[in-house]
């Protein structure tokens, strides 16, 4: 349903139900005080007419029909057009889920225009109707509370990057799971959208301060803004710090994955080097015992003319050659460390 809500205030109290836009129009030029209007996803018509009414600036209501619009305060006359991206932390998934809230704050109305689920503007029109004496300051009241709303939704949302990223330090240093990096780089892609989402809202803040005696802000309003002000800096300093919290996650995996191989290499390097000895050992009385091997073969081939075989001192001079070999090529192995 496009129209979530369509109300009439004065002096702080809802005076009228209205069951469609011309009767609040009707509603309004009749009997006066402010209409607040809340709209989801609306038709290009039902923006439209609201825009014919209220003299909505045509950028804006451009702006407001196709959404995907960065967080922004604009001002259109007397008109306040402002952008918001609320919002909230999905557990299962462990991800963030982004809104987009557009508000048209003016002298007589406030229309909201929300594209998600987030923010909850039920709760917070409940919320201004319960205190009638903030809702009587007008349109400008909602303008806060819807501020106000949002920044506290983010809350949620800081505390649970938190406690992903505790997880990440946590496996990194367990070494336990080998999908880190993709976890780091995603969480990082949310950290920043979070960041981008909250870091307009210093400026916007200010702008609305430096406003405040030109167009005659109450000064309770200006109190709560400026307490949603202070929330929102705290807010913009946690989210640029999980950025940079992700980024050193990343070196430090980097960094270990690193020292990881680079123990690898070394103990394939070490165990090469032990294959290495054992081959010239191997290699080695291989050597040895070839030599004599390769005397007793000759001297068994059994010619009838080799001179040694009717020598007497044949025999022993062949097991004397292969003593002395394998002894000789004994000495210059242990010399050199192969055996």
Not at 23 to 40: K, N, V
Not at 131 to 147: I, S, T
Not at 222 to 232: G, S, W
Request: charged residues 25%.
């Amino acid at each position: 349903m496009p129209i979530v809500d369509n109300a009439i205030y004065r002096e702080g109290v809802r005076q009228a139900h209205p069951v469609t836009l011309d009767q609040t129009f009707e509603e309004l030029r009749d009997r006066g005080g402010f209409a607040w209007i809340g709209m989801y996803r609306p038709t290009e018509d039902e923006l439209r007419s609201v825009a014919n009414e209220f003299g909505l600036h045509p950028l804006a209501v451009e702006d407001a029909l196709k959404g995907h619009q960065r967080p922004k305060l604009e001002r259109y006359g007397e008109t306040l057009f402002v952008v918001l991206r609320p919002a909230r932390y999905l557990d299962a998934p462990e991800e963030v889920e982004f809104g987009e809230v557009h508000l048209f704050i003016g002298p007589n109305f406030a229309v909201s225009v929300r594209h998600a689920e987030s923010p909850d503007l039920g709760r917070v029109r409940k919320r201004l109707e319960a205190n009638p004496a903030l809702l009587g300051l007008g349109p400008q009241a909602v303008l806060y509370a819807v501020f106000d709303e949002v920044v506290d939704e983010y809350q949620p949302v800081i505390a649970g990057l938190e406690n992903d990223i505790d997880e990440i330090e946590d496996q990194l240093f367990e070494g336990s799971d080998v999908n880190v990096s993709r976890r780091i780089y995603e969480l990082a892609g949310e950290a920043m959208a979070f960041q981008r989402a909250t870091q307009p809202l210093v400026g916007m803040l200010a702008a609305l301060a430096a406003g405040y005696e030109k167009y005659d802000v109450h000064v309770e309003l200006q109190r709560n803004l400026r307490d949603v002000q202070d929330h929102a800096i705290k807010t913009v300093e946690r989210a640029d710090s999980f950025r940079e919290l992700l980024q050193n996650a990343l070196t430090v995996h980097s960094t270990l994955v690193t020292q990881s191989q680079n123990d690898e290499m070394r103990n394939l390097s070490r165990t090469s080097i032990q294959q290495g000895e054992q081959v010239k050992k191997i290699s080695g009385w291989a050597a040895i015992l070839f030599a004599p091997t390769l005397v007793g073969t000759i001297y068994g081939m059994n010619f009838d003319f080799m001179p040694e075989l009717h020598w007497a001192g044949g025999y022993p001079l062949a097991v004397g050659l292969m003593v002395a070999c394998g002894a000789t090529l004994y000495v210059v192995f242990k010399k050199r460390g192969w055996l």
